[in-house]
């Protein structure tokens, strides 16, 4: 006798999710692929496209600890990961944690802190754990960092550094919705849907950390052929040689792309990966990994166009 389906309480993530944001079925499921892969996302999109709104909703669909930092210029370091307070009572320094002691830390607007706040996150995406005068102390896990961010070309923002963008699993553009899609948004609101108080539009918790836990197990068993695998290598290869582009993909996003591939495959039924699963997360998992040459950028080539080409360029295995 078999147990429960492992899938069923991440869809129902999906679901819950999909109850308060209208048309972003895309960038829902990436963050769910996220959970499942133990890595971060990045969602880029102009202001009022539910970005906040939509990782609020997933911290709401799951048992789990989750905390939210609004990212401002005058945001310190210490005020993210904690610091060393002065204890009078013990005539002692203690340790004062920071809000990235959660299961899921929502980084709002994250590229409006300068770099230095900014790289506080380095350490706490890579190795899980915070470093405060050499001693090192774990995040609780599960842990996700779900930033948010608006494009870069507008006013007031910085740039996150290479290093850091690297350490996202994906980076999921939101964009404007569609017109249907947002005469649904606004009758929402017409009809009473406050965005503030998720349980009036019935977004609740459904699934746990051992939820996650089995459904990950589960995600790891999911085949790669090496046949795929080397069709990764391959793509990732073909980004470092594009003529337009100054910067290609890291090893570390070969296996960011393996992984979410992994993840949608086993979220679609399967326990093997095909080549047209890389393909689908191909530009989430490897657009914020390329850097464009300036000369390109003005002629408008995008990290997406470089993607695009090199999908069409690869030859895909049989």
Not at 8 to 27: C, S
Not at 82 to 90: A, E, I, P
Not at 189 to 207: C, E, I, K, S, Y
Not at 211 to 229: F, G, I, K, M, T
Request: aromatic share 4%.
């Amino acid at each position: 006798m078999t147990g429960p389906d492992p899938r069923e309480p991440l869809l129902a993530v999906r679901a819950e999710v999909g109850k308060a944001v209208v048309g972003q079925d895309a960038a829902v499921t990436g963050l769910v692929i996220a959970l499942l892969c133990r890595g971060h996302v990045l969602l880029e999109g102009v202001p009022g496209t539910a970005k906040t709104l939509m990782v609020r909703a997933l911290a709401a669909s799951l048992a789990l600890d989750h905390k939210r930092v609004q990212f401002t210029p005058d945001l310190m370091p210490g005020d993210v990961t904690g610091s060393l307070v002065y204890d009078n009572r013990t005539a002692a320094f203690s340790f004062r944690p920071g809000p990235v002691f959660t299961n899921l830390l929502l980084a709002d607007e994250i590229n409006r802190t300068p770099p230095k706040t900014q790289a506080a996150l380095l350490e706490v995406m890579e190795e899980a754990q915070v470093s405060v005068e050499g001693t090192p102390r774990p995040l609780p896990d599960p842990f996700l960092v779900a930033a948010t961010q608006n494009p870069i070309e507008y006013e007031g923002t910085y740039p996150l550094p290479e290093a850091q963008l690297d350490r996202f699993l994906l980076m999921l553009t939101v964009p404007l919705p569609e017109r249907d899609a947002e005469f649904g948004v606004l009758a929402r609101h017409l009809g009473g849907f406050d965005p503030r108080d998720l349980a009036t539009v019935g977004v609740h918790p459904v699934a746990t950390a051992e939820d996650l836990a089995r459904a990950r197990a589960a995600v790891a068993q999911v085949r790669v052929a090496p046949e795929v695998a080397a069709y990764v290598v391959d793509l990732v290869r073909a980004t470092r040689a594009a003529p337009s582009a100054r910067l290609g993909v890291s090893p570390r996003g070969a296996i960011a792309l393996v992984r979410a591939a992994q993840a949608w495959a086993w979220l679609c039924g399967r326990d093997f990966v095909t080549p047209d699963d890389a393909k689908a997360l191909a530009r989430p998992a490897l657009r914020h990994r390329i850097g464009v040459r300036p000369e390109a950028e003005l002629e408008g080539v995008t990290a997406d166009a470089i993607v695009e080409s090199v999908l069409g360029s690869v030859p895909v295995p049989r």
